[in-house]
């Protein structure tokens, strides 16, 4: 007898461990691990996913009592390595098994189950049209002696059109009309050929000519040590990592697409992870000029049908290399030789609804289960992998760190300007742009050039601040700014729960704390005020393009408006973090930051993490032509190390600044952090259960090095449609078990009628 260990989705309940069934002599062939089965739980059939086989019955439990397998509904789609990640993944990210499971299969399969009726056999309710065929037509045989009679029009008609070779029958019907009756009596008499052939969708959409031109002739020395460095990685098969840190421009793609060769060389696969929005045509068209048709794409803006054309793409082995967002981690890649994650600090790479995984974390482990290596690179990599690579090992993996300082062909780093807002309005100035960022604008309006404006506004107008100084409330007891809420008129620190008094602007007996100006604001710049002030500023021959998520909404409007900006003689593109990614524009020669600071002052542990980040991506924005590129960065914060360190073009002055702030404050890459929300549209009941969860929290790690639990405190958004929210920020030692322990923290909370909570491992935004 067989049996099988079976992850049962259940959408109403969480179930946290598989169940045993028996497999039938019937279905031993079919039902294997990765495969979709039918099963009956507690008296219902539910689907299930196979996660293991045994050849014995699971101990202490009687084999005869088991229920069997029903039914066998979809080939595998993972196998045992598989298997074990999205085991390990439930476990680490505190969520469902079936929801882990998930992420492996094939793209718009469904839980749902039919049958045509009582004793037919079962089928799923797939989103995505399956597989589908294309007829193809081509001239016969008969086709050489064959003459069309005088009136047969269309028959002529369609042997021309064949005479350049095989079609689609589709597109022979858009060049000849109504042709599938012509086309059978010709196929009647072998003049023509039908056959039906696969069709994979979600294709076409690359144009070559966007593609980066040829192979470089020779790589850079830095290219060289971190192409030896992946290879080695590879051939020790142990899960071992390579941080590529590598500036912008300083060629990591094309380590890559080296990496990669060399990988499909000794026969293994490979999947390249990008953020989804620098998933461009320009990036897919550079590994497509590379690797032609072994390439797969796999992104949220395809089709249900595209995804699954090419997600199968790889299952059967003809895509060999898988690009993608965070989702194409889990692609079934034969062989996996290489994973690749480009630009790893990203904070998309952080799953914002379940299962919450990190897709950086995902990758390390299955890189150890299939015994392949981890590429991650960027030119700011996160602190996390920066430390793991200091101390050269993780969770029993090597790391190690490559550095490529230097740009082929040595284009220069641009220079940075940092202005201090604080005496650019001194003067009365009230204007967003500061008088050198609008003589720099005006300098490339009268040399015919472009610029980028970069508006850093995220999470901007909950802060009040003064005008003068650029003082924002802090909390004295966490180095984050303070929240400042309307109604209550307080100040509060979102991370401790400490909360002031505060006078409410506009009353003009509001003074800044620290230099006692009366120029509070709870203060916003939005791109529209920007881009109308820019107007004011330069007048009509410089062409502003405006693009904010209010701007790219429409599909295409992203690409289009790149597209106005790439053409125009001399332009100025504003924008929000979208801009700060990915362009690639010769003819930029001028970046200003209207509002560096904003993000410095997010109630955040990772505030100014992101906002060094954020300016160094748009600062290398400048100057990739041959003309010189500046950068001015317009802050109320001159000297704080995030901005520092970008204008200094010296990461180690943050690095120094920050990793000390880490580790006294006991967080991340220090420890591991959790974030556990409740929201709900009772108040009193939210803040109970929030209250119980600390609580059970602190019951069960009180006292244990290395443990904290903060809160329970409002979210940054305290309220989220009429839903009140309130959280829990749990930190741990880095080899804690911080996922089971919440897990299991969440299953004795008492449920509440209409409470909701959702538990973030290793949580990005808090
Ligand atoms: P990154 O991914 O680090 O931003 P890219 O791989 O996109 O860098 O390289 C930046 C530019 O430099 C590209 O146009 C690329 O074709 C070119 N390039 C990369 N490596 C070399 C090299 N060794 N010699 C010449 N040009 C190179
Ligand atoms: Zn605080
Ligand atoms: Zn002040």
Redesign the pocket.
């Known amino acids: 007898m067989r049996y099988a260990s079976v992850v049962v989705d259940i959408a109403t309940r969480a179930l946290d461990e598989p169940f045993d069934y028996v497999v039938p002599e019937g279905l031993a062939g079919a039902c294997v691990v990765g495969a979709t089965v039918l099963v009956t739980f507690s008296h219902r059939h539910a689907v299930g996913y196979v996660v293991a086989l045994a050849d014995e019955a699971p101990a202490g439990v009687e084999a005869g009592r088991l229920l069997p397998v029903e039914a066998v509904l979809a080939a595998p789609a993972f196998d045992e390595a598989g298997a074990r990640v999205a085991l390990w993944l439930a476990r680490e990210y505190a969520c469902p098994p079936a929801d882990a499971v998930r992420l492996f299969l094939a793209p718009g399969q469904t839980v749902k189950v039919t049958r045509a009726g009582e004793g037919a056999p079962w089928e799923l309710v797939c989103e995505s049209s399956g597989p589908v065929d294309e007829r193809w037509v081509a001239l016969g045989e008969a086709a050489e002696g064959f003459r069309p009679r005088a009136n047969a029009s269309r028959q002529r008609q369609v042997i021309e059109a064949l005479e350049a070779g095989p079609m689609r029958l589709a597109e022979l019907a858009a060049t000849a009309g109504a042709v599938s009756q012509t086309v059978a009596a010709l196929e009647r008499r072998g003049v023509v050929r039908v056959w039906r052939a696969r069709h994979v969708r979600g294709q076409g959409g690359t144009s070559l000519s966007s593609a ?2 040829a192979r ?5 020395r830095g ?1 060289r040590a971190a192409l030896a460095a992946i290879d080695e990685a590879r051939e020790a098969a142990a899960g071992d990592v390579v941080l590529v840190d ?10 890559y697409l080296d990496a990669i060769e060399h990988a499909l060389a000794a026969g293994r696969g490979a999947i390249v992870l990008v953020p989804e929005i620098s998933l461009t045509p320009q990036t897919v068209g550079r590994f497509r000029s590379r690797f032609g048709d072994e390439v797969a794409v796999l992104h949220s803006r395809l089709s249900a049908g595209e995804r699954f054309d090419q997600w199968d793409l790889a299952r059967r082995g003809e895509a060999r290399v898988v690009v993608g967002a965070r989702s194409a981690l889990f692609a079934p890649v034969a062989d996996l030789g290489l994973i690749v994650i480009d630009e790893e600090h990203e904070g998309s790479y952080k799953q914002d609804k379940s299962p919450r995984y990190h897709a950086r974390e995902v990758a390390a482990r299955l890189a150890a289960e299939r015994g392949c290596a981890l590429v991650l ?1 960027s ?1 700011t990599p996160s602190l996390e992998s920066l430390r793991r690579c200091e101390v050269g090992s993780w969770r029993g993996a090597r790391w190690r760190r490559v550095e ?1 300082r230097e ?3 040595g284009a220069r780093l641009p220079e940075v300007r940092v202005v201090d807002m604080a005496s650019q309005f001194r003067g009365g100035r009230r204007s967003v742009f500061s008088a050198p960022l609008a003589e720099a604008l005006e300098g490339v309006r009268d040399r015919r050039e472009k610029a980028v404006l970069l508006l850093n506004r995220r999470g901007f107008s909950n802060f009040l601040m003064c005008r003068d100084c650029g003082c924002v409330p802090e909390c004295p007891h966490c180095s984050c700014a303070l929240t400042y809420h309307e109604r209550t008129h307080t100040l509060e620190c979102h991370t401790c729960g400490r909360s002031w008094p505060q006078r409410a602007y506009p009353d003009p007996t509001t003074r800044c704390p620290n230099c006692g100006s009366r120029y509070m604001a709870a203060y916003g710049v939005g791109t529209e005020r920007v881009e109308d002030e820019l107007r004011l500023l330069l007048g009509d021959g410089v062409e502003v393009i405006r693009m904010d998520a209010d701007a790219t909404r429409r599909k295409g409007a992203h690409q289009e408006l790149l597209e106005r900006f790439d053409a125009a003689e001399c332009a100025v593109l504003v924008g929000t973090q979208m801009i700060a990614k990915g362009l690639d524009f010769p003819e930029v020669t001028l970046v200003g930051v209207v509002n560096a600071d904003t993000t410095l002052k997010l109630p955040d542990f990772r505030a100014a993490e992101r906002t060094y980040d954020l300016l160094e991506q748009v600062a290398g924005r400048a100057g990739r032509g041959g003309a010189a590129g500046e950068v001015i960065i317009q802050t109320y914060w001159a000297d704080h190390p995030a901005i520092q360190a970008v204008a200094r073009h010296d990461r180690d002055v943050f690095l120094a600044y920050e990793l000390e702030d880490r580790r006294d404050s006991g967080y991340p890459p220090f420890s591991r952090a959790a974030n556990a929300v409740v929201w709900g549209r009772d108040a009193r009941a939210v803040a109970a259960s929030a209250d119980e969860l600390a609580r059970l929290v602190r019951e069960e790690v009180g006292g244990e090095g290395g443990w904290e639990v903060l809160g329970p405190t409002d979210c940054v958004k305290a309220r989220v449609k009429d839903r009140v929210r309130r959280h829990v920020v749990v930190k741990a030692p880095l080899d804690a078990d911080l996922g089971p322990v919440l897990s299991r923290c969440a299953a004795r909370l008492p449920r509440r009628q209409g409470i909701r909570m959702a538990l973030d491992v290793d949580a990005y935004d808090f």
């Open positions: 980066v031109a470089p002739r020779e790589l850079t290219q590598g500036v912008t421009g300083s060629g990591k793609t094309e380590v690179g030119a490529m740009r082929p062909g």
